[in-house]
């Protein structure tokens, strides 16, 4: 800690000071960095929490833009030094250091003077910054029992430590905090959609995740199905990358996961076996209309896709008066597509069969875009010349002459009128 102890500025080598002894006695719950004046204009905050790398003690930083996360990993001295040379009139201008029992506030002045005081920690400003982190609130022990009650899946789980969620003793990777909570996000609109659908009875539950990636979902709901609620589920990935398929399948063997499989494809011309669930997240463009016709082609009763770029709708479409003016503005007319498009999914769902709903997900780590649409198959069908007639207007007052999930639902006659 010596380049810690070497600061001259009193207040910031009390900071310091304090800072060290909390790492020291393991009472440092986490650093977090705000009021930014710096020169990089999307940096928003610094979030560092200690953790332990190859039996070494770190801190891992975690630098939050306006679209991504930068995480860096470094020995406590280095760690320390980092965050500390962040601080000031043209960094941050507020550091916190959290411990269970205080919280110590460095804030500098705009004329540059630095102050320091000590508290007791305030739960409100506790809970912000953790939702900011991504994480459940930590202020206080039963604060974050109850809020572990709430996850459905616990940090122990094997396939967690094998993707990197989780550390080698079962401890979330701080870098991995926003990916744990929409992994459980997951997992609980999924509940509630099996709830509501004829599989909650069913003994068999066939499950096939399009464009699954590095797995994180599919070994999630492949986990909830079978683990916790003891299902004979059956879990697909589909993957384009040969190397993701890979790593997955190493995975399925070495953790001896039964009922899953990883398989390399294309939604557009894949043919499962069996589906009861299909899932699509940031399915790009059409794919997602692809995605969604397989899934009602097979009789799927769960549908659920992220979608993302609306590329096929937009160049198609009209600026109707008195839309004109508003849509002159190209970011206000790619809006207008991303609203057009899903919500022309949702109501071809609807005349498919299904109960809709379009709301806001959780962002991906590669896309901002954060809607799901999700259908549940409806036990009792019910006429759709309705629902026909408003795809038809709507289509009409928009000039789009072609929107490619009707099209694909028209070929195969699963779309009346």
Same mark, same amino acid.
């Given at each position: 800690?010596?380049?810690?102890?070497?600061?001259?500025?009193?207040?910031?080598?009390?900071?310091?000071?304090?800072?060290?002894?909390?790492?020291?006695?393991?009472?440092?719950?986490?650093?977090?960095?705000?009021?930014?004046?710096?020169?990089?204009?999307?940096?928003?905050?610094?979030?560092?929490?200690?953790?332990?790398?190859?039996?070494?003690?770190?801190?891992?930083?975690?630098?939050?833009?306006?679209?991504?996360?930068?995480?860096?990993?470094?020995?406590?001295?280095?760690?320390?030094?980092?965050?500390?040379?962040?601080?000031?009139?043209?960094?941050?201008?507020?550091?916190?250091?959290?411990?269970?029992?205080?919280?110590?506030?460095?804030?500098?002045?705009?004329?540059?003077?630095?102050?320091?005081?000590?508290?007791?920690?305030?739960?409100?400003?506790?809970?912000?910054?953790?939702?900011?982190?991504?994480?459940?609130?930590?202020?206080? !022990?039963? /604060? %974050?029992?109850?809020?572990?009650?709430?996850?459905?899946? &616990? $940090?122990?789980?094997?396939?967690? *430590?094998?993707? +990197?969620?989780?550390?080698?003793?079962?401890?979330?990777?701080?870098?991995?905090?926003?990916?744990?909570?929409?992994?459980?996000?997951?997992?609980?609109?999924?509940?509630?959609?099996?709830?509501?659908?004829?599989?909650?009875?069913?003994?068999?539950?066939?499950?096939?995740?399009?464009?699954?990636?590095?797995?994180?979902?599919?070994?999630?709901?492949?986990?909830?199905?079978?683990?916790?609620? !003891?299902? /004979? %589920?059956?879990?697909?990935?589909?993957?384009?990358?040969? &190397? $993701?398929?890979?790593?997955?399948? *190493?995975?399925? +063997?070495?953790?001896?996961?039964?009922?899953?499989?990883?398989?390399?494809?294309?939604?557009?011309?894949?043919?499962?076996?069996?589906?009861?669930?299909?899932?699509?997240?940031?399915?790009?463009?059409?794919?997602?209309?692809?995605?969604?016709?397989?899934?009602?082609?097979?009789?799927?009763?769960?549908?659920?896709?992220?979608?993302?770029?609306?590329?096929?709708?937009?160049?198609?479409?009209?600026?109707?008066?008195?839309?004109?003016?508003?849509?002159?503005?190209?970011?206000? $007319?790619?809006?207008?597509?991303?609203?057009?498009?899903?919500?022309?999914?949702?109501?071809?769902?609807?005349?498919?069969?299904?109960?809709?709903?379009?709301?806001?997900?959780?962002?991906?780590?590669?896309?901002?875009?954060?809607?799901?649409?999700?259908?549940?198959?409806?036990?009792?069908?019910?006429?759709?010349?309705?629902?026909?007639?408003?795809?038809?207007?709507?289509?009409?007052?928009?000039?789009?002459?072609?929107?490619?999930?009707?099209?694909?639902?028209?070929?195969?006659?699963?779309?009346?009128?």
């Amino acid at each position: 800690m010596s380049e810690v102890s070497a600061l001259t500025d009193p207040s910031v080598a009390r900071f310091a000071h304090l800072i060290e002894q909390a790492l020291q006695q393991g009472r440092c719950e986490r650093i977090v960095l705000a009021h930014y004046t710096g020169a990089e204009p999307q940096l928003q905050r610094v979030i560092a929490r200690p953790v332990t790398l190859r039996d070494q003690p770190h801190l891992s930083l975690v630098y939050r833009y306006q679209t991504k996360d930068i995480t860096k990993n470094l020995p406590l001295a280095e760690g320390c030094g980092a965050v500390l040379g962040l601080c000031g009139p043209q960094g941050f201008r507020n550091a916190h250091l959290h411990t269970a029992t205080e919280e110590v506030q460095l804030a500098f002045s705009k004329k540059g003077k630095a102050s320091v005081r000590v508290g007791k920690p305030s739960n409100a400003e506790a809970l912000q910054a953790a939702a900011a982190s991504g994480r459940p609130g930590v202020a206080s !022990q039963g /604060d %974050a029992h109850n809020r572990d009650k709430h996850r459905f899946l &616990d $940090l122990s789980r094997p396939f967690l *430590r094998e993707l +990197g969620v989780t550390d080698a003793s079962g401890h979330l990777i701080p870098a991995m905090s926003r990916k744990w909570k929409q992994i459980n996000k997951f997992i609980e609109v999924f509940s509630a959609a099996l709830a509501r659908s004829s599989l909650a009875d069913q003994p068999q539950i066939h499950v096939v995740d399009f464009g699954s990636g590095k797995g994180y979902l599919t070994f999630a709901i492949h986990d909830w199905l079978r683990h916790t609620l !003891q299902r /004979d %589920a059956r879990v697909t990935g589909v993957e384009l990358r040969a &190397d $993701l398929v890979q790593l997955c399948q *190493r995975v399925i +063997g070495q953790l001896h996961l039964e009922g899953m499989d990883y398989e390399q494809g294309d939604v557009r011309d894949y043919h499962p076996a069996a589906l009861n669930v299909m899932i699509a997240l940031h399915a790009c463009d059409v794919a997602t209309d692809y995605a969604i016709h397989l899934g009602i082609r097979a009789g799927a009763e769960i549908i659920m896709c992220s979608p993302c770029c609306h590329k096929q709708i937009r160049p198609q479409l009209l600026s109707p008066h008195p839309l004109r003016p508003i849509l002159q503005h190209g970011i206000h $007319l790619g809006q207008e597509a991303e609203m057009l498009t899903d919500g022309l999914r949702a109501l071809l769902l609807d005349a498919a069969g299904y109960d809709t709903q379009v709301f806001e997900f959780i962002s991906l780590e590669h896309t901002n875009k954060n809607k799901m649409i999700l259908a549940v198959k409806r036990s009792t069908p019910r006429p759709a010349d309705e629902v026909v007639a408003q795809i038809r207007d709507i289509k009409a007052f928009y000039g789009i002459q072609e929107q490619c999930l009707e099209s694909l639902l028209k070929a195969d006659g699963l779309l009346p009128g």
